[in-house]
């Protein structure tokens, strides 16, 4: 069975970091790309993110580029999000999910998805 499980999330002022966490279980996590999306109270999902098997090659939306970092350690099974100068706009319950093969992509599709983790930033 498929399991990604997120951690990490929190509360932070503007300008803060979070380092949100993805592990997986179930599947040869090194064969797949994996993405990260967020989904903010009211409106519709929003890809985030995406990471090519190996990890050499990453996609970011324009709203984060330059401030998240997607990675991967395979040899963990484990899939982060680096979120640094966290915005009044980027408050959302933010999940990982598995791509469709190995290959990364920005069309934000995926088979499976883990519960989320909740970012929220306030003053």
């Known amino acids: 069975e498929v399991q990604l499980v997120e951690s990490g999330g929190g509360m932070v002022q503007p300008g803060g970091s979070l380092r949100l966490s993805c592990t997986a279980s179930?599947?040869?996590?090194?064969?797949?790309?994996m993405n990260w999306v967020r989904q903010a109270p009211g409106k519709g999902p929003e890809w985030v993110s995406a990471i090519n098997f190996r990890g050499s090659i990453t996609y970011y939306t324009n709203a984060v580029k330059g401030r998240f970092t997607i990675s991967r350690d395979n040899a963990k099974n484990t899939l982060y999000l680096q979120m640094n100068s966290l915005e009044p706009n980027d408050p959302a319950l933010y999940y990982c999910?598995?791509?469709?093969?190995?290959?990364?992509?920005?069309?934000?599709?995926?088979?499976?998805r883990g519960q989320g983790t909740q970012v929220t930033v306030s003053s």
């Open positions: 999910a598995r791509g469709l093969g190995a290959i990364a992509t920005m069309s934000g599709q995926y088979d499976y």
């Open positions: 179930g599947f040869t996590f090194s064969t797949y790309a």
